[in-house]
């Protein structure tokens, strides 16, 4: 099955068939799923207090670690482990760190592990004094223990000064960007039922989140799914390529400029090889030689045939860029997929140094799951 440009130009006006649209926003507007496969280690349906004194916390990304010394119903001691959002995550919200730390007393609400482990989601965390930290928000309002999710800018970090000199600095697509709901829709990256080839769907199946989700030991995502993620990216211009800095795992992809498409020399990589060009004010990408196993969070497979095309179109008060990409593999997809989503800018927001630390337990938690 060969590409044509008449298929693909089908995509942007309209016709496509199926369509899948991406919200890229946990926190801002997280969803449960989101990244590490949380709906895979937690239940949902068992969803828990527990009352006892934090005896370690890690301040890491993707995922603040903490453990609490509790008392069970038959008296005895009980060591739990707990999960939270990123740190960067929760220094947007605001979260005051001295108010959570070793030795405090607290009452830990959410979901438990599927296998049986003394591990949850700190879902949120009340203190004796009454006050009540949404450490996971996106987790917390699927419980239904939070009615709203907390607003996420980092600009609030920013001094007034540093947020006017991003405003002169920025031009064009050239900022910080910071993801998005799409309007209207409450799906993920991986939440439509994509249109699979037999032997794609064969392999979907022997996917194991517990097991071969890549982001549990912190290997950077590939694309298309990188676009997928809640954290901010920046555009910038370097030797008269285009390259987006994404604060998730510190990736960089590079566009290149008015490229003839000469890859001999370019190897298979999990972000490909990407060109650009601009088409009036859009740029518009293309992007193959992916050499990375998921389309999605889900382990939806693609192969090394996967070519993307892509769009970027900025509103006329250069505040919102929305972006579309149509995936082509047709050992995966028995048709094309459009995936969507856009960002916003907020001044005075950046890019933060993410370092991606495999948390403790993981080990055991993935030995568990084979």
């Excluded at 369509?19 to 969803?47: E, G, K, Q, R």
């Excluded at 903490?66 to 947007?92: C, F, H, M, P, Y």
């Excluded at 919200?93 to 592990?113: M, Q, Y």
């Excluded at 989601?121 to 009615?147: K, Q």
Aim: glycine residues 8%; proline residues 6%; negative net charge.
């Amino acid at each position: 099955m060969g590409i044509d440009s008449a298929s693909v130009q089908m995509h942007w006006q309209g016709k496509v068939i199926r369509t899948a649209v991406i919200i890229v926003a946990v926190l801002m507007t997280i969803t449960a799923s989101a990244h590490h496969s949380i709906s895979a280690l937690y239940d949902y349906t068992n969803v828990v207090k527990l009352k006892g004194t934090i005896t370690s916390i890690r301040w890491i990304n993707p995922h603040v670690q903490l453990k609490i010394k509790t008392i069970n119903d038959n008296g005895d001691q009980e060591i739990w482990q707990l999960e939270a959002s990123a740190v960067n995550l929760l220094r947007r919200i605001g979260l005051n760190r001295d108010a959570i730390k070793e030795g405090v007393i607290v009452v830990a609400t959410g979901p438990t592990s599927r296998r049986g482990l003394k591990t949850m989601v700190a879902s949120t965390i009340a203190l004796e004094n009454g006050d009540t930290y949404a450490l996971f928000p996106g987790s917390a309002a699927r419980a239904g223990l939070i009615s709203s999710l907390p607003t996420v800018d980092g600009s609030t970090q920013r001094t007034k000064a540093e947020i006017e000199q991003d405003k002169k600095a920025a031009h064009g697509v050239f900022r910080v960007w910071s993801p998005r709901k799409v309007p209207g829709t409450d799906q993920g990256l991986g939440v439509a039922p994509w249109p699979l080839t037999k032997s794609a769907l064969m392999v979907a199946a022997k996917y194991n989140p517990l097991v071969d989700d890549p982001a549990l030991r912190c290997v950077p995502a590939g694309m298309p799914n990188l676009m997928d993620n809640p954290y901010p990216m920046r555009f910038y211009e370097e030797d008269g390529n285009i390259v987006m800095h994404f604060e998730l795992n510190d990736t960089i992809r590079v566009i290149h400029m008015n490229d003839n498409r000469n890859e001999a020399n370019n190897d298979p990589s999990p972000l490909g090889y990407s060109t650009g060009r601009w088409e009036g004010g859009e740029l518009v990408v293309e992007t193959n030689k992916i050499n990375y196993p998921y389309f999605d969070d889900l382990g939806t497979p693609q192969s090394g045939n996967l070519k993307l095309f892509e769009h970027y179109r900025l509103s006329e008060n250069d505040t919102r860029l929305d972006w579309e990409i149509v995936a082509v593999d047709p050992e995966i997809f028995t048709e094309s997929v459009l995936l969507a989503g856009y960002m916003a800018w907020v001044p005075g927001e950046e890019v933060k140094p993410f370092n991606c630390t495999v948390p403790d337990g993981f080990s055991w938690q993935l030995e568990k799951g084979k």
